[in-house]
């Protein structure tokens, strides 16, 4: 008989001599019982599992097998083949079918004989039961170690695991430390707030991946190829990065067809989860930042992999990754509909979407430049203004004084019903230390005191609140304050998008006919709240663009000249106006 041998240690819980051992042992069976091994094939894996299908030893072994390079496989035991039932009875029914003889040396089992196909079944079970209460008894010291506050597996970019306690020898002879802690990395950790800061701002993963590796700043040293969008996405929705230590959230599955392995979620009932301020790399703010950007961006990329069209969830990327100041931002009056970049020419214009698929009768175009100037001057004038907003703070310090007006004179009232009540507990004390006690007597003291102990409680709060009062903040705070929002309007990003969107929120855009006049519109925000529209005399400050040969006829006086015709963005007041400037 030509034989073949099969070597397998783990690195677990077996030492690379093992490979050694039991190809010594095939060979000593082979001969003493007359069997000739091949010294070509000899496959081994080393540092693999037997729960591992895919193994590079046993594929090699399974292709020679199939063409027949030998009629015999000797192994030292059967979970050397494999820890898996399913697949060990897989390999026994494929030995089979191509002719093999497998051997088990130690457990004494050959499938030439009437008996081995009942043991064989035996071995597999118990070779997949040790398999399944060694991870148990794993998964149990792994929680002791997490218990005691070390850290087990996954450590996350911005930290490095630290061995901390004593050094013993394990069963291979290695010196091993009694646990392992994170602390922060801290050139790491520069990149990890810069990163949540940026995505805060408004700044999209793609063009944070795109930095990180223009930049060429290392990540983990295991990820080839640099940043991608998967490990961005991980970090900013990492709660570690706040002090959260979360363990034991997932477990690994088998596909029983397929024998992929996958990670599946546990109850949340089984987590386990510690404060760890050690590990905190960013505030509490920028996380919740984070998470109000996160809520912003939902469903603005595909809802599930492969799938074609469009949920009902879905959501434009525009609206929550502007490429412009007013992208995403800007509705047409008449249908309601969404108006974008419709023309390309020059810094592009604004028109509606609907007017473009013939639903919508609103054709008129805006530039984009000049109306992005127009609102920036606008909310530099109207709502970031210091003046004004110092008078909103005073009026609103106003508003607070009088709804509290009654705190002091409340606190009066309520130390004179404590000072009564106190005196009544002196009283009833010299009765008891007089021996006139009785249950009545008892009963009142205890009513007595929680009161008392109610009055000091409500003087506290009241005194606390008198002595913490609303007062507006000084007129050069605000002028600072103010500054650094106008520093980032004008940079007209995705953040100065965002921030805009917040101040004017949904802007309507109503396309006017004036009676003589041309088509002009009128835009409506949220700014009304600040009086915009309040006086209306005042008639327009702002410009829009109108397109050169439109349908309307040109004045006879204009005849031979050519013009640039805007029309008025109005706040102030329902007329449009039309200005006409030469060139």
């Known amino acids: 008989m030509k034989a073949a041998i099969y070597a397998r240690f783990s690195s677990d819980n077996q030492r690379e001599q093992s490979i050694e051992d039991q190809v010594r042992v095939c060979r000593e069976y082979a001969q003493k019982n007359e069997v000739s091994v091949l010294e070509d094939h000899i496959y081994v894996d080393e540092a693999k599992s037997g729960s591992i299908r895919n193994r590079p030893g046993l594929e090699a072994l399974k292709k020679a097998a199939e063409s027949k390079l030998f009629d015999t496989l000797l192994i030292d035991d059967s979970s050397r083949l494999s820890r898996d039932n399913q697949y060990f009875n897989t390999l026994l029914c494929l030995f089979q079918f191509w002719g093999l003889t497998l051997i088990s040396v130690s457990d004494g089992l050959n499938t030439q004989e009437e008996h081995a196909k009942v043991a064989y079944q035996f071995r597999g079970i118990f070779n997949e039961l040790y398999l399944s209460d060694l991870r148990k008894k794993t998964h149990r010291g792994q929680m002791g170690q997490v218990l005691k506050g070390y850290n087990m597996g996954y450590v996350g970019y911005g930290y490095r695991s630290k061995p901390v306690g004593e050094l013993k020898p394990d069963k291979k002879g290695r010196l091993r430390a009694e646990g392992f802690t994170i602390e922060i990395q801290p050139e790491e950790a520069v990149v990890v707030k810069n990163l949540f800061e940026s995505f805060t701002q408004g700044k999209s993963i793609n063009g944070i991946v795109k930095e990180l590796n223009d930049q060429k700043i290392p990540t983990f040293k295991r990820l080839r190829g640099g940043w991608n969008l998967s490990t961005i996405s991980r970090i900013l929705k990492s709660d570690r990065y706040i002090g959260k230590y979360t363990w034991n959230k997932t477990t690994s599955v088998k596909d029983p067809l397929s024998g992929k392995i996958k990670k599946v979620a546990r109850p949340k009932s089984e987590w386990i989860i510690q404060d760890r301020p050690e590990m905190k790399i960013i505030s509490d703010v920028l996380w919740q930042k984070t998470q109000l950007r996160w809520q912003e961006i939902e469903n603005t990329n595909p809802i599930r992999k492969g799938k074609r069209g469009f949920s009902s969830k879905q959501k434009s990327f525009v609206s929550s990754h502007p490429p412009h100041l007013l992208s995403g931002n800007l509705k047409c009056g008449l249908c309601q509909g969404s108006m974008a970049l419709v023309s390309g020419k020059g810094s592009g214009y604004y028109g509606c979407i609907n007017a473009i698929k013939k639903t919508c009768t609103n054709k008129l ?86 009161k008392v102990k109610a009055l000091k409680s409500d003087v506290e709060g009241m005194e606390h609140i008198k002595e913490s009062a609303f007062e507006p903040p000084p007129i050069e705070w605000i002028t600072h304050r103010l500054n650094n929002i106008r520093s980032v309007l004008e940079k007209r990003t995705s953040q100065s998008a965002l921030l805009l969107r917040k101040l004017l929120g949904p802007i309507t855009m109503t396309p006017k006919q004036p009676d003589q006049e041309r088509a002009v519109y009128h835009a409506r925000c949220k700014l009304k709240t600040f009086g915009l529209w309040e006086n209306s005399d005042k008639g327009s400050n702002s410009l829009h663009w109108w397109r050169w040969r439109e349908s309307n006829p040109r004045p006879k006086w204009l005849t031979g000249r050519r013009i640039t015709c805007f029309a008025t963005v109005n706040f102030a007041s329902d007329r449009a106006v039309a200005h006409f400037i030469r060139r």
């Open 365 to 450: 175009l805006i530039s984009r430049k000049r109306l992005e100037a127009h609102f920036i001057s606008v909310v530099h004038e109207k709502a970031i203004n210091p003046k004004t907003l110092r008078a909103v703070f005073e009026k609103t310090a106003e508003k607070i004084k009088d709804h509290y007006a009654h705190i002091p004179e409340e606190i009066k009232l309520k130390k004179l019903e404590l000072n009564r009540h106190e005196t009544r507990i002196h009283n009833f004390v010299e009765f008891i230390a007089e021996g006139k006690a009785t249950a009545s007597l008892s009963a009142a003291l205890e009513e007595a005191e929680t």
